[in-house]
């Protein structure tokens, strides 16, 4: 399955044991539960000091894994903050017409 190669992927770059870690959309079609095994393996990754950027246009694996948020609009950078606050303040019309909307799916 999709998932469970993007599981052993994640892994073997545990293996590697690199610095840094850019991932594009990690959650994509995966089932709710192959979701939360990714997401997990990426944690331990986070936990063990690999600075991760990831690429999503989910917002809960934004918020189960990000720090930082940093919100792109036609290309250009918008907001930075914290991911958390993000979701519940936002400083930019653009942002918060995306917040919106995500938050109705």
Do not use: C, W
Not at 2 to 18: D, E, V, Y
Not at 36 to 45: H, R
């Amino acid at each position: 399955s999709k998932g469970l190669a993007k599981k052993i992927s994640i892994l073997r770059i545990f293996l590697m044991h690199p610095k840094y870690l850019i991932l594009d959309d990690p959650s994509n079609d995966l089932d709710p539960e192959m979701f939360s095994l990714v997401s997990d393996a990426i944690k331990k990754l986070q936990d063990n000091k690999i600075t991760t950027i990831i690429s999503t246009n989910n917002q809960n694996i934004a918020k189960r894994l990000g720090k930082k948020l940093v919100f792109f609009n036609e290309g250009k950078i918008e907001e930075v903050s914290d991911v958390h606050k993000f979701f519940e303040y936002q400083k930019s019309e653009r942002a918060k017409n995306f917040v919106e909307k995500i938050v109705k799916i």
